[in-house]
């Protein structure tokens, strides 16, 4: 455009003959006669554009804007139209430009408006229009309305193309008063839809269904994203952020599968207390924690109450378990009473201590039926043959008897808490079929003596003989060694010539001589070895006898009639089914220990501890430089420097201690010692007595500090010379 306005000024300057003025150009104009308005448009002379710039600025406009001009052309005119249009309309000149001429300064305005107002629309660009309004306003358009509302049009139709939210938010702000703003919020809103449901991003979703909350798909986006938000949640295993969606969502489809995965992450930690339980309980009904959850809340209130006979009525059912010292605790800060008794189901009455030391018997429902008025005593016995000499103050269910301790002298109760042996006995010892009860008035009467006059009662607390002698003598042939009356009548034992040696018959017929005695193994096995022999012989109450090659001491029952007895070969512990005769095991463990709650500890032959079931299969794989059988579903295990508890899964449930061991006769309870100090823990890990008091720093057997650390009757004795009472009120 500027070219051209440049050409016809040069002509202009050029050609100065044939002078022609602004009115015979618009005449041409408006006549439609573009080429001779450009000729004459030539032809102004220097003197008419000086005299009357602005209307030689109009005629050059008009000529611009003629309908054959370019679009470009005909916005260059509007521009210049409206760029002089004050001076324009002021003009001195107008008269001579339009006075008697068809034609009017109006007209020439108008049609400039109208050509360049197509010229707009012909281009059709965002740019041309804001360009154009703004040359509008400036000339004061006449149909500036249209032209806003053309531009309206042009923008709207342009968002609606180009699926932008951006560019429907900027409309939307532009034009607060369109025609068009309805369908442009729709149209950003199903943009915002679009974007929502193909998004990843959770902020979108939530942006979208806050913004718009009555939109009729808005439902679908607030599910896409809480799906989404699950399947996160899911992967994550977060169980704060899956506790925020059961909270947002909780309503959600798959709340009882989220719940369940909750419940797997969260069970396992949970805080070991009613208060913990109860809460889970109720924040998670449908899962499958939940019986097992419920059961430990029943557990926690037969704690909580302390009945002793809902106690005695969970062991029986459930066992010793890590519940067991909590129970006990429980007993003592109620009614005073410490449990003396090791396994409830193997005794007919429960044998308890008070806190001043009394002893007395409850029967399985808790009821007291000895009250508490005998004295604790430690049992030294005859040196007869009693397997019954660790337990002999426990009322066994086999034996119906317990000895009882009054003013120093020895009696005995039975299983309905009677005194069928009165208290009047120096010494008493259970025998397989009958009671001995030393007649001696005083314990010196028992010193340095090889035969002690007895009375004799049965197991129903009838006196039998008022006097019966017995040898107790070492090495004497009687009772020490040789009680028979545990064979069936088919089994005969003779004297021979040697008093250390007698002869075994079975139905008569000889079978063999044992010498030096027939010992105890179990309930249904007697051992027993031959002269100058070495190996063992085992004989059963029928009186078979199998011989095995095995050394005579450390024979250790494992469970039933298994056994471990140490190979004259090899030294080495085997295994040994004494039914079948056979060998389970060999040369694989250097010693083992009695089963303990279906499990056996064992030391392998490189001295390190394990664990394995009734087959000799590990139940842990990992194995300790330390360990002990287990109790109440725990056992202790040292590991280099870490000694701690373990359940039997293997996996450490206490805290890690310096030193620990079980403490002797206490089920679940266990000795630990912190920084050359020591303490009482349970099963639980809760601490019994406070980890405070000093060791024995060595005895004459082992530097071990704990294992002179005993407990006696209910009372721990420490190094310092103090005593605790374990489970005090």
């Known amino acids: 455009m500027k070219k051209i306005y440049t050409t016809i000024l040069s002509i202009l300057c050029v050609i100065g003959a044939t002078a022609q003025s602004p009115r015979a150009v618009i005449k041409s104009i408006a006549e439609g006669e573009q080429q001779k308005a450009m000729e004459r448009i030539e032809k102004i002379s220097i003197k008419t554009r000086n005299e009357m710039p602005e209307m030689c600025i109009l005629a050059e406009a008009a000529l611009l804007s003629m309908e054959q001009q370019s679009d470009e052309n005909k916005l260059r005119s509007y521009e210049m139209l409206t760029t002089h249009i004050a001076q324009i309309k002021e003009s001195p000149n107008i008269d001579k430009v339009f006075k008697g001429n068809d034609t009017t300064l109006e007209d020439v305005i108008t049609n400039i408006e109208q050509q360049s107002f197509k010229a707009v629309i012909a281009i059709d660009s965002e740019s041309t229009y804001r360009h154009y309004i703004s040359l509008a306003e400036r000339g004061e358009h006449a149909d500036m309305a249209t032209i806003l509302r053309t531009f309206e049009t042009k923008m709207f139709n342009d968002v609606i193309s180009e699926r932008s939210v951006d560019a429907c938010t900027k409309f939307l702000a532009e034009f ?23 998004t990843t991003d959770e902020s979108i979703m939530e942006l979208f269904v806050t913004d718009f909350p009555k939109y009729e798909k808005t439902n679908n986006v607030a599910t896409r994203l809480m799906e989404h938000r699950y399947q996160r949640i899911v992967q994550s ?21 989220l719940k369940q995965m909750m419940a797997n992450i969260e069970y396992p930690t949970l805080e070991d207390s009613r208060t913990a339980l109860e809460a889970f309980v109720e924040y998670y009904p449908n899962v499958r924690q939940v019986a097992e959850a419920n059961s430990r809340i029943a557990i926690f209130k037969i704690i909580e109450g302390g009945d002793i006979g809902e106690i005695f009525q969970y062991i029986k059912k459930s066992g010793y378990d890590s519940n067991y010292t909590r129970m006990q605790r429980s007993i003592a800060q109620k009614h005073g009473y410490i449990i003396l008794s090791q396994d409830i189901s193997k005794v007919s009455l429960v044998r308890f201590r008070t806190v001043e030391g009394k002893v007395g018997y409850l029967n399985h429902d808790g009821k007291v039926i000895v009250e508490p008025k005998y004295e604790l005593h430690s049992y030294a016995g005859l040196g007869m043959a009693s397997r019954h000499s660790s337990d002999v103050f426990e009322c066994l269910t086999e034996r119906g008897m317990a000895i009882v301790f009054s003013e120093g002298k020895l009696g005995a109760i039975n299983g309905s808490g009677q005194l069928v042996i009165a208290t009047e006995y120096s010494d008493i010892a259970f025998m397989d079929n009958e009671i001995i009860c030393v007649i001696a008035t005083n314990e010196a009467d028992t010193q340095n003596r090889d035969t002690l006059q007895c009375a004799v009662y049965d197991y129903k607390g009838t006196k039998i003989a008022d006097s019966k002698s017995y040898s107790i003598a070492p090495g004497a042939t ?18 021979t010539h040697d008093e250390w040696e007698k002869s075994i018959y079975i139905d008569g017929k000889f079978v063999g001589s044992a010498y030096g005695g027939l010992h105890y193994i179990t309930p249904h096995y007697r051992w027993f070895q031959a002269q100058n022999d070495e190996k063992i012989n085992v004989i059963s109450r029928t009186g078979s006898v199998t011989t095995l090659n095995f050394l005579s001491y450390d024979i250790d029952v494992i469970y039933n009639n298994i056994i471990m007895a140490e190979s004259i070969t090899t030294g080495n512990r085997c295994v040994i089914d004494l039914d079948k005769q056979s060998i389970i095991s060999k040369d694989k463990f250097r010693d083992m220990w009695s089963m303990s709650e279906d ?7 490189d001295n390190s501890f394990g664990f394995v079931n009734k087959d000799f299969n590990p139940t842990i794989n990992q194995r300790y430089d330390r360990a002990y059988s287990f109790s109440c579903g725990t056992a202790a295990v040292i590991k280099g420097s870490q000694a701690y508890l373990i359940n039997k899964e293997g996996k450490q449930i206490s805290t890690i201690y310096d030193d620990i061991a079980p403490l002797a006769g206490c089920k679940g309870l266990y000795k630990v010692m912190i920084n050359g100090k020591c303490g009482i823990i349970d099963a639980n890990n809760d601490i019994i007595v406070e980890i405070t008091h000093e060791p024995i720093k060595q005895n004459i057997y082992t530097s071990d500090k704990l294992s002179s650390i005993v407990c006696n009757n209910g009372v721990i004795e420490w190094g310092d010379g103090s005593k605790s009472l374990i489970f005090s009120k």
Do not use: C, G
Not at 181 to 193: K, M
Not at 237 to 257: I, N, T
């Open 237 to 257: 295993e977060r169980l704060e952020d899956m506790k925020w969606f059961v909270d947002r969502y909780p309503s959600y489809h798959q709340m009882d599968s």
């Open 478 to 495: 009687t009772a020490n060694s040789w009680d028979t009356s545990w064979f069936t009548a088919n089994v005969s034992i003779k004297d």
């Open 176 to 198: 607060h008063e369109s025609q068009y703003r309805n369908e442009v919020e729709a149209h950003r809103t199903n943009l915002r839809y679009d974007e929502a449901m193909s």
């Open 599 to 605: 499990v056996i500890l064992v030391q392998y032959l």
